[in-house]
């Protein structure tokens, strides 16, 4: 009984999660539809880096390892304990001492080889002082987007290859995390390259608003139809 109610509780709040995702990605794309062209070489990079992950060229121990790298990062800063980080070609894992949702799953969200490419990108600025020149800046959101595209590329194939991090919170529930997570980065991406936050956190509250309105009239709708169906049961009056 105490695990069947554990599991409603995981279920409803993974459709919570997922509510409150969708609002996030109709605010994405009605921020991001404004800065469309200028994101195109990212698009670019990232569109390349999926195109080569999908003819073979994946760096398999390259990704295994920013992989455990994550999580070994995640654990140090809730100061946990860990041990035995390994890395090889058919997988990788890290001891971790009373593991939370965060240290689990952050690598299937967090883009580390994409914060990575920021900041060597932040050096190169405070290097060279002034604004970088047109071939810095295409390059560096060419690589931007290729860094992305590798560690979503990844992502999906390890979670529809099976992931026992997956089993830890329950399949369903992580799965809607890791959506959030990396709907998140993407929303904070793309307010932090239009700088339209006010905009961006209205149409979020918008979208939260709308959906919720929509919900409760289907509803209500919903009860309706029952109370309808149960008085017009045969014996009632």
């Known amino acids: 009984m105490k695990r069947l109610a554990q599991n409603a509780f995981k279920g409803l709040l993974a459709a919570v999660v997922l509510f409150v995702t969708v609002a996030m990605a109709r605010a994405v794309v009605g921020v991001g539809s404004g800065v469309a062209q200028s994101a195109l070489p990212s698009l670019l990079g990232l569109l390349g880096a999926v195109g080569v992950f999908c003819l073979g060229f994946r760096g398999r121990r390259f990704y295994i390892f920013g992989h455990e790298l994550t999580h070994w990062l995640a654990a140090k800063a809730f100061r ?10 058919r997988g990788g894992s890290v001891a971790v001492e009373r593991p939370n949702l965060f240290i689990v799953l952050c690598p299937y969200f967090v883009p580390l080889y994409s914060l990575v490419w920021v900041g060597l990108y932040g050096v190169y600025l405070a290097l060279f002082a002034g604004p970088p020149s047109g071939g810095a800046s295409f390059a560096f959101q060419v690589g931007l987007g290729a860094s992305y595209g590798f560690h979503l590329a990844f992502t999906i194939w390890t979670l529809w290859a099976g992931q026992k991090d997956l089993l830890i919170f329950g399949t369903w529930f992580s799965l809607s995390v890791i959506l959030f997570g990396n709907t998140l980065v993407l929303f904070l991406t793309t307010l932090v390259a239009t700088r339209e936050w006010g905009a961006g956190m209205g149409l979020f ?17 919903l009860w309706a139809l029952g109370l309808e169906a149960y008085r017009r049961r045969p014996g009632t009056g």
């Open 80 to 89: 946990r304990q860990t041990s035995s980080f390994r890395v090889g070609l």
């Open 205 to 221: 509250g918008g979208h939260l608003q709308s959906q919720w309105a929509t919900l409760a009239r289907g509803v209500s709708a």
